[in-house]
């Protein structure tokens, strides 16, 4: 199964920008996702990409985050911008394959163990 590990993670303040990394142990799997979770609340998943570069954004974060892949280094990126104080949260990465998904044609199968991101005022 493939490994992953995020990266990039850390405090920032609202307005600021992080850009989390995750690498991968292998690159073969079809899509590719971040998810994040906050204290208390369900996971949720907010950006997918595709083989193609296909993406597709949750409403939360559309126009302020963007997911990016460099498959040469097994490397998924999410460049965050303004970001708010409810975007603190445990952030995933997560490997999948084409099938059913919410926010794209991608089911995942392996998720990392994540990267925190604390936003404050």
């Known amino acids: 199964q493939v490994q992953l590990r995020e990266s990039g993670g850390g405090s920032v303040q609202a307005g600021g920008s992080l850009r989390l990394s995750c690498v991968a142990s292998?690159?073969?799997?079809?899509?590719m996702g971040w998810f994040r979770q906050a204290p208390g609340k369900e996971r949720e998943e907010l950006a997918s990409i595709n083989g193609d570069d296909t993406t597709a954004y949750d409403s939360s974060v559309e126009g302020r985050f963007t997911i990016s892949q460099d498959a040469a280094k097994n490397t998924l990126y999410l460049q965050m911008g303004s970001l708010r104080l409810e975007d603190t949260a445990m952030y995933y990465c997560?490997?999948?394959?084409?099938?059913?998904?919410?926010?794209?044609?991608?089911?995942?199968?392996?998720w990392g163990q994540g990267t925190l991101v604390a936003v404050s005022s």
């Open positions: 292998d690159y073969d799997n079809q899509c």
């Open positions: 997560a490997a999948g394959d084409y099938g059913m998904g919410r926010l794209a044609f991608c089911k995942y199968k392996a």
